[in-house]
């Protein structure tokens, strides 16, 4: 998408080799229209496609996934980071090692809202390794939801979880694809 693109290089900051920082219209301040704009270019690639819940996972999935549930006219339900561990039973939860963080912790969602057989569309700010996205899906594996696809605002195409999910044989749209960056060159997109 042009327009991201376009934003990335004028106010994405290159950190080293693998983390861009989109604090100013992304992660932190927040371009509404921008989103807005993602979440119909979303909508057109996933066409047709049924689809009946948008699934993110907290914090900055939120308000990109938010767009695209509007666009929808479907929930959004975000994934919370547990920081208790549920021993109710009424929760789905699994692992995700974090990569901007290097840990591991754990996310979880209510039963009651997802359902076996929902149509789900899961959307997230960045796929790096993949695994936050492989998370997401594992969710909706244990409550036997259907995984529509994966819409990413910007894949980096250097890291594997792109690879990955699609040989998996999920359908993953990314906005941007970042071919390569460092903090000296900047960024290269596919
Ligand atoms: P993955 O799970 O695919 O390895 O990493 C994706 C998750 O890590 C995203 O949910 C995002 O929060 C975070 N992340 C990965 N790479 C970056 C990055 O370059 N910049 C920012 N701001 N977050 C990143």
């Known amino acids: 998408m042009k327009s991201l693109e376009e934003r990335i290089r004028k106010d994405g900051v290159v950190i080293g080799d693998d983390i ?5 219209f992304l992660n932190h301040q927040i371009d509404c ?3 807005e704009d993602m979440a119909k270019e ?3 690639e996933f066409g047709d496609a049924k689809v009946d819940k948008i699934l993110t996972i907290e914090a900055s999935g939120i308000a990109m996934a938010s767009f695209v549930a509007k666009e929808y006219g479907v929930p959004l339900l975000f994934a919370k980071k547990a920081k208790t561990r549920n ?3 009424d929760v789905y ?4 090692v974090s990569f901007t ?3 591991t912790y ?11 057989g929902e149509n789900v569309l899961i959307i997230d700010d960045f796929l790096a390794n993949g695994e936050a996205l492989k998370g997401l899906i594992d969710l909706c594996k244990q409550a036997g939801a259907n995984v529509v696809g994966c819409g990413v605002s910007i ?24 071919k390569a960056m460092n903090s000296q060159n900047g960024i290269e997109f596919e």
Not at 20 to 24: A, C, G, H, I
Not at 93 to 96: A, G, H, L, N, R
Not at 106 to 116: A, P, R, T, W
């Open 20 to 24: 861009l920082k989109v604090d100013s």
């Open 33 to 35: 229209q921008l989103l």
């Open 42 to 44: 979303w909508h057109k």
């Open 87 to 89: 021993l109710a039973g």
């Open 93 to 96: 939860t699994t692992k995700v």
């Open 101 to 103: 963080h290097s840990t």
């Open 106 to 116: 754990d996310v979880m969602v209510s039963k009651k809202y997802l359902n076996q």
């Open 155 to 178: 894949e980096k195409g250097f890291q594997a979880g792109g690879d990955t999910l699609r040989k998996m044989g999920y359908k993953v749209v990314s906005l941007a694809r970042i």
